[in-house]
Structures are given as C-alpha cells and as structure tokens.
C-alpha cells in the first residue's frame, strides 16, 4: 500500500502564488508517473499536472505557463508551483501516483481562491 500525503492548500487572493507538495511512502523514482488532479466544486476530476518516470512534464492548456510540476526523489516528493492564481482554480488537489500498474491517490488538500 502507497500513501500519499499532500499539504500547502489553504485560502489565497487571486494573482497569489501557492505551492503543494505531496509526500509518498513509496520511491517516488520507480513510479511510473506522478501527478497532480484537481476537483472543483460539481464538476469532474481532472489532470493539472504529470510527471513521467523520466522527468517528461505535461499540463492541462489551463495551467500552462502558470503551474509547474517538479519532484525530489531524495526526499520522495512530488510539488505544483501555482502562480497566477485564478478563481477558477478553486478545487481540491489530489495527488496520484502509479507503480506497477496500480493507481494511488492521496486524500486531497483544498485550494480557495478569492477574486
């Protein structure tokens, strides 16, 4: 069993920057990706962010040139720099990683952005 911890969610003013950090138990460097999904309030769960096993970056068109997704294998962390931050960024951020084929996820951490 992987756990995944995330933290650094909170209340922000729109323009701010915010930084979330997920934490695993598991090497994060025999992943096969590691990401970050976002829920907003009824609507679907979607990709913000990935990271493939051998450091290849993708973005959903609504973060691009706004997030960025970094890890530190040493201490097995998985981050999203978020500048610019929109009202529409308001979701909970989940973050997901997958070894062997089975998909964890973590419990999530709240982003409220005020405009």
């Known amino acids: 069993q992987v756990q995944l911890v995330e933290s650094g969610g909170g209340l922000v003013q729109s323009g701010v920057s915010l930084r979330l950090s997920c934490a695993a138990s598991r090497s994060i460097f025999s992943a096969t990706a590691m990401g970050w999904y976002r829920q907003a309030p009824g609507k679907e769960r979607e990709l913000v962010a990935d990271?493939?096993?051998?450091?290849?970056?993708n973005y959903a068109d609504s973060v691009k040139g706004r997030f960025t997704i970094s890890r530190d294998i040493a201490k097995n962390t998985v981050g999203l720099r978020m500048n610019s931050l929109k009202s529409e960024d308001t979701a909970v951020y989940y973050c997901?990683?997958?070894?062997?084929?089975?998909?964890?996820w973590g419990k999530g951490t709240l982003v409220t952005v005020s405009s």
């Open positions: 990271i493939s096993s051998g450091g290849s970056t």
């Open positions: 997901n990683g997958v070894w062997n084929g089975i998909s964890y």
